[in-house]
């Protein structure tokens, strides 16, 4: 599925999740204090889903495509992932 990242980040946060779920790939998780986060391969962007930690309930998507974003993934990123 293609949508521009414009077009994306004016969706509601539930069809943003599901879209990502559905057609996005994922490709690393981290956890935080406070958040789960998931970072996905969608559409020629990134995106990172994050989850309130205590309720599982998700709390924002974020749309990038600078790989300044990626540092913090850089660990459990593999070249065959980013390709997909």
Do not use: H, N
């Not at 790939?25 to 020629?44: K, M, T």
């Amino acid at each position: 599925m293609y949508i521009s990242r414009d077009i994306y980040d004016q969706k509601p946060l539930f069809i943003r999740q599901g879209a990502l779920q559905l057609w996005g790939v994922l490709l690393a998780e981290r956890v935080d204090l406070c958040r789960i986060r998931e970072l996905y391969s969608f559409s020629g962007f990134f995106a990172e889903l994050c989850y309130d930690k205590t309720t599982g309930k998700p709390t924002c998507i974020c749309s990038f495509t600078g790989i300044r974003r990626l540092i913090p993934y850089l660990a459990d990123l593999s070249l065959e992932t980013l390709s997909q």
